[in-house]
């Protein structure tokens, strides 16, 4: 196979070749310039200049930003717990160890919540005009004609205590005096004590303890609001701080708070987060049992996505359930709540920062029905281990239809990039951990609705994408996901000695892709999903695109992946951002939910469409929407979905923001797929167990150039960089 610069678009103009193929041809070339130090795509060892590397929290933090564009107030993480700014200036949503969100507003989110605080000044109530989100903190402001008010809000590190700092500038020429008072929700009389309120919930049986260190000048008859006088001289400012903590039922906790106390836990706060965050990218740190790739590069637009998306996931990371190490899916959730499909977004990610919790975490998955349930929920203890495995027989799907796939690729991820092969052999209830994967693999064979079925029936709207009611029964997605598993458990049996039973999923898989290849419309670049009563519905979703691109991309001829991606590139790449779904879809009005519908997508889809497009042959297309969709990530991290919103949303250059509709949370781990596509796409490590380590089309230049270091393989690590004659692959030198 010639690696010539007339050979590397063969996608778009000649014959196809397909990723194991690139793979398993560049493997003895590769092996050679890691033993020789010679690049296989240039021989500039030094590198490219100038390269930047991981930014700080603060460089992350955003701009401010207009209040009342948003459908989502900042959000506040501390490793345990979830807090959620209120539209005024100082409410804090708040209700440790509980389900935060209760249901979609028309404007924001309703909340479950301890008693919230207010705060007028002169008798006037403020709500935010504009506000920032940070990592470590969220801030909130007004500006009236001659006073700012800026109010900064900190969570005490892996505790249950939220920080106020409430700045008051006087931006006038003139000496002004203010009065400012804080009441709160549910407070009864507390005696002469002008330093603390005690607000009472029921409802949660808890307690929220405000105190003042900067003592109010007093406190009215009935003790339920404290009020101070600022006198500020001109261009000068002032500030009140304060603290709420909780406590369960009515217990009242003792001491007062200093100001000592405060300043050291405000700086805490931050000093935890930035360590920590630092730690995800340093090898042998005392904090992940791994790390995270650092991304070097001038690149400015991938580089904010990488670190935003690596970002996402240390916001979404607990230290308080049974997996000290637990990517929950969003914080408003109830406390531990894990999607499987979420969660494997990021995969390859997981399985290089936190190995040992992943292996940890995906013995428990293993020993879960996959077909039951969309999640399985942490708590502080492990559940018990089954004696063994019983699942339903026959046509059983319960829970989400990503399930099989979901699980099967984390265990696969982690064997991939640890070479921890001795995993398989562990036992997983009366199984093991091999035996758990051919059941994903095989899993499709319980959903043959009839026996005369080539391809597996994954269920109703619920069981898929929720929303879209056509969305349905034989779809192409997951049964090309089928096609991956097989042929990629195949390879582990076959290295096993099993030849026969390797050749037997490959023939299979062979029949299933052809299958799949049935539900192809021709010329049009989409696919149909087939109903029980026999009609074929025309799907125009990213879902099939990117599943289907991403795991049959060897199956399809160039027609078709021409086809496929004219028909993103149509219908659903904005200037911004992306449509899940077309607006052209039979299904597009009845299924306007802004993750899977035509007014937005879930914050996964931009990446998994970019990673196919560019298995497809279109990586000059692909990194310009990727590079595109940047500013959409305006307030921080990534979200469960961004929706176009306003009188022009059916635009091509549409606003976009965080969706709350529908109960869209305001963060997300599926915002790690954009990590993961820039580690296995545009650096091409897509690592095999027990295969030397070989990289995605080492020869097709990316269109970018930086470098990816400390990239974990086995007990190894590697720099791998992209330049502008594709990728050079380098053995790091052992510390």
Partial sequence: MGHKAGNRNRARHGTVLTRREFCEAGASAIAFALASGKSLASSNESGPANLTGVPTLDELGTEWLDCSQLAHMPSLHNFHEMAACAPDLIGVNFLPGGQ??????????????LPLCRMTVDGTAYDSMSCRWFAYQAVRRVQTSDLEIVTTNRLVMEDTTILWRVEFKNTSSMVKTVRVKIDIDGVRGNGADHNRLIARSQEFAMSAIYEFPDRPIEKNVEGASVEW????????????????????GNASPSGAVSPSWFESEWDRAKKVWMDRWSSAFTPGNTFFSGNAPTLLTQ??????????????????????LWSDRTFITSGERAKGTVFYW????FSTLFAMLEPK????????????????DAVIVFKTTRPPSPERIDTPKGWDLRGYAANDLSIFRLAWSYLSVTQDKEFLHEKIADQTVNERLEVLATDWKKLLWTPSDRLADYGEAPNLLECVPTYINKVPSFNAANVWMMREYADIVDRAGKHDEANELRRESADMAQAVMTLYEPGKGVWVSLHRDGSRVEMRHCYDFATVGRFMAGDLPVP???????????ELLMEKWMRAQSMLDVAAANSDRPDHGPMGAYDAWPAVTVDAMCILGYWKDALTFLRRTRVAVYEGVYAQAHEFYGPRRREYDAPVRIAQREGCMRECTGGGAFAETIINTLFGYIPKLEKKLTLLEPYTPRGFTGELRHVRFGREQFTIRSGDAGLYLRLEAKA
């Fill in 100 to 113: 935060l969100y209760k249901d979609s507003g028309p404007r924001w989110f309703i909340y479950n919540t």
């Fill in 229 to 248: 006088e600022l006198n500020l001289p001109p261009k000068q400012h002032s500030e009140i701080r304060f603290v709420m903590k909780v406590s369960k």
């Fill in 299 to 320: 690149d400015t637009a991938v580089r904010e996505i990488y670190y935003r998306s690596v970002l996402t996931l240390m916001v979404l990371l607990r230290t308080n």
């Fill in 342 to 345: 979420d969660t494997s977004l």
């Fill in 357 to 372: 919790q992943m292996k940890a975490q995906i013995k428990l998955f293993l020993e879960q029905d996959p077909h039951a």
């Fill in 560 to 570: 078709v992946r021409q086809e496929m991606v004219a028909f993103v590139e149509r």
